[in-house]
């Protein structure tokens, strides 16, 4: 199984803009699906931003236009660029990547990082 760094959170404020960074290490074959999930106190864990092995992007309703998934040349790092935030964006921001490791496709999560827009 590979090794998956996330990095970014931080604090922000309202209308600002703030960059999440996940990158999986390892000997990786490829990836699949990524994205960013996001988990705020009791609620469920729910897709932010996706993007396919293909290059097709999904977002949330509620972050569309302001947020944009990205991918690295390497095709094992991810990004979210995210704009005019607001305080609903806080949230734990969870990072997935389904890749295949020595020949092995797996799914996998970061730990998360919390970002925390203050209006």
């Known amino acids: 199984q590979g090794r998956l760094m996330e990095s970014g959170g931080g604090s922000v404020q309202s209308g600002g803009s703030h960059r999440l960074s996940c990158s999986l290490s390892?000997?990786?074959?490829?990836?699949?699906?990524m994205g960013w999930y996001r988990q705020d106190g009791g609620k469920e864990r729910a897709l932010v931003a996706g993007?396919?092995?293909?290059?097709?992007?999904t977002y949330a309703d509620s972050v569309k236009s302001r947020f944009t998934i990205s991918q690295d040349s390497t095709g094992t790092t991810i990004h979210l660029q995210m704009n005019s935030l607001k305080p609903d964006d806080s949230a734990l921001y969870v990072c997935?990547?389904?890749?295949?490791?020595?020949?092995?496709?797996?799914?996998?999560w970061g730990q998360g990082t919390w970002v925390t827009v203050s209006s």
């Open positions: 390892g000997n990786v074959d490829r990836c699949y699906d």
């Open positions: 997935q990547l389904v890749c295949s490791v020595n020949g092995l496709r797996l799914v996998h």
């Open positions: 993007i396919d092995e293909d290059g097709r992007k």
